[in-house]
Each structure stands twice: as structure tokens, then as C-alpha cells.
């Protein structure tokens, strides 16, 4: 990714929920918890993209299914000023899913998390976590500056 003030990340995730458990991605370093998706490459769709990272993270095939949420995120990490937008797609794949999420990256896992602990745990970026909690709505756009 270019290191520039004016570079922007487009980001797709997938929304992926089992009863009352939502598929979490944890960055094993830091514990901080997020969708599973991935960085849109140039000339990629963002459905695409989200298929595409799903079977490089996980090895499972899945469908984009509609578009549910997009947010608008610029905050600073490490010193670096960053900003994404992440495109949160429905995430369609035959029943049943596994208990157990296999990860194919080394810095990350992936997890069910309890619906109910979601307001409680670190779940990134804050505009994500805060439609979870709120219910999903569908056709929500949420535009946050994370600074």
C-alpha cells in the first residue's frame, strides 16, 4: 500500500452470523477483533475482493451476498494517519458452518462471538462494532472519522 496522507483503503468485510454468534477475525498480536474480509486490489470488485480473502484466510468458499453497510473510518495508527472505507457485505455459504474456522495466516484467528458480547469486546473499526450492537440494519451508511 502506498504510504501517502491521501491514499485511501477500501476495505470488504463479510457480516457472517450462526443463531446468536458473529465470525470475528483476531489479530493474535494486538487481540483486537474485526469482520473477515480484506483490501480491495485495483480493478476488483468489493464482492469479489471479500470471496477472495475469505478463501485465502480461511480456505472456505463463500458468495457475496448484498451489500448491508459501508463506513467511513480515518484514524491514526502507529503514528500514521489512515483512512477506509469498509464495504460490509452479507456473506452466503451452505449450512452448516464449522464450529471451528480454520485460519491458513499465522497473525490472525478466526472465532464465534456471542452476539450479546459484542458491546463489550474490542471490535473494530467503532462504527461497525456500534451497527452490530445496534441490530444490523440493513442499508445503514455510516460516515465516522475514528481521530
Request: proline residues 7%.
Amino acid at each position: 500500500m502506498p504510504d501517502t496522507p491521501h491514499h485511501i483503503e477500501f476495505i470488504a468485510r463479510g457480516l457472517v452470523l450462526r443463531g446468536q454468534h458473529l465470525l470475528v477475525c483476531a489479530n493474535r498480536k494486538h487481540g483486537y477483533l474485526y469482520l473477515p474480509g480484506g483490501h480491495v486490489e485495483p480493478g476488483e470488485s468489493s464482492a469479489a475482493a471479500l470471496v477472495r480473502e475469505f478463501k485465502e484466510e480461511t480456505g472456505l468458499t463463500v458468495e457475496a451476498g448484498r451489500m448491508m453497510l459501508v463506513s467511513e473510518n480515518a484514524f491514526t495508527q502507529r503514528d500514521r494517519l489512515r483512512h477506509e472505507i469498509n464495504l460490509v457485505f452479507h456473506v452466503e455459504h451452505p449450512p452448516p458452518w464449522p464450529d471451528d474456522v480454520p485460519s491458513q495466516e499465522p497473525g490472525i484467528e478466526f472465532r464465534w462471538l456471542d452476539l450479546a458480547a459484542v458491546v463489550d469486546a474490542d471490535l473494530r473499526p467503532a462504527t461497525i462494532k456500534a451497527w452490530i450492537v445496534a441490530g444490523c440494519e440493513e442499508g445503514g451508511w455510516v460516515w465516522h472519522r475514528d481521530a
